[in-house]
């Protein structure tokens, strides 16, 4: 990874409380991390410790409490001065983040190709493009010969490739992966692991993936524990697949 | 971009179609009670319409003949047939009654006309088989509907009647089919008593002393022929020669003759602004009720399908997908059903209209209306999945 580029992903300080008075959670209380393009870090922690919160955030679904947040360089989100710095957190989502979550949710009534093609065309892309694109990515993670069947064709596997290949289809900086490997046996969660890094290093994508899967957590070169609201960085076994 | 409203119909078509076909049964409900509206209101047109008449002339300060009971003397047409502007005028005797030939029960409307020439005002425009009434007794001409054949022979009160003619179009303002009978026939079916009340008013007149005076030979026959004689009709008919002005000659008809005249446009408002005003009434209820429903069923059929996505929805929000074009997905389906129920009940009123006893009229203008209100109700009813869908969360995508 070129370090001296600028981090996919920054952050500094990040806090999300919820509620106000005597109810407050605060489910991040100073969450400091960062992502080099190219990367894949794990995150990681017991359940209610605060990672879906923590991707919620990095997904800009919800608006953290304070702490600083930058996307590839520009700031996103000030909690010293007004928020957030983009207007449209759509298109931020849409244009800049992937998501890859827990099951692929693939849009059952398009075909493979269309699901992937699908990011481009909400982003403005012309039909012909926006496919061109899904077909690449398709032939990329090795299920381009499914480009044409019916989602509920698929095995979970297939699924899974789809669902990153669509978190890929607007070349975004980083992409938030929830707990991508939980429905599938050890040999397809090391695939999904394995595929992730080289997309990763082939699209110089940031990769989070938040994980409680004891199988795939050894294959980081950087892990992220959070506890109690706040990130401790560790160094991953970075296990070769 | 894709059009994913009709990807998701192509995806479920199955269910999306028996869902419309289902849809399509209720607005073909709609459409045809909107159709028997319009076959009642046709029904008093053809009524008005075939009578061939252009004044109607009834005792005086009725609705008759159709809309209230009207009596008149068989000889008040000679009068008016001399008055300036009446071309021809014919006797019309009316009657309902509950027919039963063949084994089957029917209601009929027995018209008595002057047979004396088949032009006169009252008998029927033109014949489908058959010949007119050419004798003065126990011949008919029936409506198609009626069920009978010519040739056939027909119990009608005391006396067979042969059938000579058939037409058609020819009904009551209730829509039960027309038989056309000789005057007198007509008006000894209506008026004359059957012969023990004949036995038992001879008998009561002869006890009267009032009628049975001795010395006064002659009197107790007289009265009691004149209660068994049937000399009445419900209205002349009347036909104005071209150009006479209709308002003119029944205001002459009523100054001079103690008489009720109405005009064609008169006829048209006792018969359908009055005489199925309450018809209309009740029918309009159902078509609101049925619009109502209608709008209920498409809200609730869209907003289950669209709950049904809510995942889909959450995941489309999540990856950026605009509120309108989810608005869109919605809306383009709630239009795409309510356009298959409406061809489905389009196509069912048709085919189950004819089977109806009454007449049931599918108006185009009609049929253009339903369309659009059945397009506005999806429309209007897919705002509540929309409002649904535009407040899924898109965090619901995200675990935790």
């Known amino acids: ?241 | 971009m894709i059009n994913l409203a009709a990807r998701d119909v192509l995806h479920g078509w199955g269910k999306f179609l028996f869902t419309g076909i289902g849809l399509g049964l209720l607005i073909g409900t709609t459409l045809t009670m909107a159709g028997v509206f319009r076959g009642m209101v046709d029904d008093g047109q053809v009524l008005i319409d075939n009578s061939g008449a252009d004044l109607w002339v009834v005792q005086q300060g009725t609705l008759g003949p159709y809309a209230e009971p009207s009596s008149l003397r068989d000889d008040t047409w000679r009068s008016i047939a001399g008055m300036p502007g009446v071309a021809d005028t014919g006797n019309a005797a009316y009657l309902t009654i509950q027919l039963a030939h063949a084994g089957k029960e029917s209601r009929v409307m027995i018209v008595g006309m002057d047979a004396d020439r088949p032009g006169r005002p009252g008998a029927p425009p033109y014949l489908i088989a058959g010949r007119p009434i050419q004798q003065h007794h126990y011949e008919a001409i029936a409506d198609e509907r009626a069920g009978l054949r010519v040739g056939e022979r027909v119990k009608i009160r005391r006396h067979d009647y042969t059938v000579v003619g058939l037409t058609r179009r020819m009904v009551s303002s209730s829509g039960d089919p027309m038989i056309f009978v000789p005057l007198k026939d007509a008006q000894e079916i209506q008026f004359l008593k059957d012969n023990d009340a004949l036995i038992n008013e001879r008998a009561r007149t002869a006890a009267n002393p009032a009628f049975n005076r001795p010395g006064v030979p002659g009197l107790l026959e007289a009265a009691q022929a004149s209660a068994t004689q049937a000399r009445s009709v419900n209205a002349v008919l009347v036909r104005l020669e071209p150009g006479a002005n209709p308002d003119s000659v029944a205001g002459e008809i009523r100054r001079w003759k103690r008489l009720t005249a109405y005009t064609k446009a008169q006829m048209e408002d006792i018969l359908i602004a009055k005489l199925i005003a309450t018809s209309s009434k009740q029918i309009g209820m159902f078509l609101v009720i049925l619009a109502i429903v209608t709008a209920a069923i498409i809200a609730f059929i869209i907003y289950t399908m669209t709950m049904a996505k809510v995942r889909e929805i959450a995941v489309l929000k999540l990856i950026g997908a605009r509120n309108r074009t989810i608005a869109a997905m919605i809306m383009q389906q709630a239009i795409a059903l309510g356009l298959i129920g409406f061809l489905v009940g389009r196509v069912a009123a048709g085919l189950w209209g004819p089977a109806f006893p009454k007449y049931v009229l599918l108006l185009p203008g009609d049929a253009i209306a339903g369309f659009g209100v059945v397009m506005a109700i999806s429309g209007l009813a897919s705002l509540f999945a929309i409002r649904a869908a535009l407040a899924i969360d898109p965090a619901e995508a995200i675990g935790g």
């Open chain 1, 1 to 241: 990874m070129d370090k001296d580029n600028k981090p996919a992903i920054r952050l500094s300080g990040l806090k999300k409380r919820y509620g106000s008075g005597d109810a407050a959670v605060d489910a991040l209380k100073g969450v400091d991390m960062t992502v080099w393009p190219g990367e894949v870090v794990g995150l990681i922690g017991p359940s209610g410790s605060g990672k879906s919160t923590l991707l919620k955030c990095l997904g800009a679904v919800i608006e953290p409490s304070g702490g600083h947040m930058e996307l590839a360089g520009e700031t996103i989100y000030d909690g010293d001065s007004d928020g957030w710095k983009i207007p449209d957190l759509r298109a931020l989502r849409r244009d800049r983040i992937g998501f890859v979550f827990q099951a692929p949710y693939l849009i059952p009534f398009l075909d493979v190709t269309d699901n992937v093609a699908l990011l481009p065309m909400l982003a403005g892309s012309d039909n012909a493009a926006a496919r061109k694109r899904a077909l690449e990515l398709l032939t990329a993670l090795d299920v381009q010969h499914r480009a044409g069947a019916q989602v509920s064709q698929l095995s979970g596997g297939e699924q899974q490739r789809v669902a990153i290949a669509r978190s890929l289809a607007n070349h975004a900086p980083i992409i938030l992966a929830d707990e991508p490997t939980a429905p599938l046996d050890s040999e397809r969660a090391l695939t999904v692991v394995r595929i992730l890094n080289e997309m990763a290093v082939q699209y110089q994508t940031a990769i989070i993936v938040v994980t409680h899967d004891e199988k795939i957590i050894p294959t980081f070169k950087r892990i992220y524990q959070i506890r109690d609201g706040k990130t401790h960085e560790e160094a991953g076994e970075g296990r070769e697949i």
